[in-house]
C-alpha cells in the first residue's frame, strides 16, 4: 500500500477498530506565567478572534504570546497610575 502524504512527513497512524487515527500533538511550548491580563486577552481571542487564537495554539506559541500581552499591559497600568498619582498630587508615604 503506498504511503500517504501524512505519512511521508513523518506522521503515524493508530488502529481505532475500523479506522486508522492520526496520531497529532501540540508543539512543546515553553510555560510562561501569564497573568489577568493575558487572561482576559485569551478570553477575547477565543470569543472575537477565533482563528488568530487556532493559529497561535497550533504553532505552540500562545502562551508565549499572551505572556508578552499580560507584561505590556501590566506595565502600562503602571505608567498610567504613575501619572495619576503625579496629577492627582498624591505622594507615597
Excluded at 487515527?21 to 482576559?40: A, D, F, M, N, T
Excluded at 504553532?59 to 500581552?69: P, Q
Aim: glycine share 10%; with cysteine.
Amino acid at each position: 500500500m503506498a504511503k500517504t502524504i501524512f505519512e511521508e512527513m513523518g506522521g503515524t497512524y493508530v488502529r481505532q477498530g475500523d479506522y486508522l487515527i492520526p496520531c497529532l500533538s501540540l508543539p512543546e511550548e515553553e510555560q510562561k506565567p501569564c497573568g489577568v491580563w493575558g487572561q482576559r486577552h485569551l478570553r477575547y481571542l477565543k470569543e472575537y478572534h477565533r482563528v488568530t487564537y487556532a493559529n497561535l495554539l497550533t504553532s505552540g506559541k500562545l502562551n508565549t504570546y499572551l505572556a508578552g500581552i499580560d507584561r505590556q499591559a501590566q506595565e502600562r497600568f503602571e505608567a498610567l497610575t504613575e501619572q495619576m498619582k503625579q496629577a492627582q498630587g498624591i505622594t507615597n508615604g
